[in-house]
């Protein structure tokens, strides 16, 4: 049983440069599965936001980044149904 996962993702740290490449989330099923960014972008779909993080810089900064759940947009017809006066008939 783990607590978190790893996520298949690299970039440079903002401060110093160096490439991090340990990345973790602990909003998959904790199983310390690898994730790619595609599985996390799905993720969303069920979890709401996700967030993943790398702690394991030498120069000591913690990036978080949050993948944001994208919202279904209401069609023009249910835009149009939401204004109306009779959208409770
Ligand atoms: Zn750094």
């Known amino acids: 049983m783990g607590r978190y996962d790893n996520v298949a993702y690299e970039a440079p740290c903002p401060l110093c440069g ?27 779909r069920y979890r709401g936001d996700v967030l993943f993080y790398s702690n394991r810089d030498n120069c000591g900064t913690w990036v978080d980044i ?5 919202r ?18």
């Not at 949050?66 to 994208?70: G, I, K, P, S, T």
Request: positive net charge; aromatic residues 6%.
């Open 18 to 44: 160096t490439a991090l490449t340990a990345w973790q989330t602990k909003d998959g099923r904790r199983v310390v599965q690898t994730l790619t960014g595609q599985e996390l972008r799905e993720q969303t």
């Open 66 to 70: 949050h993948v944001r759940a994208r």
């Open 72 to 89: 279904p947009q209401p069609t023009r017809k249910e835009r149009a149904r939401m204004a109306s006066p009779y959208m409770w008939s």
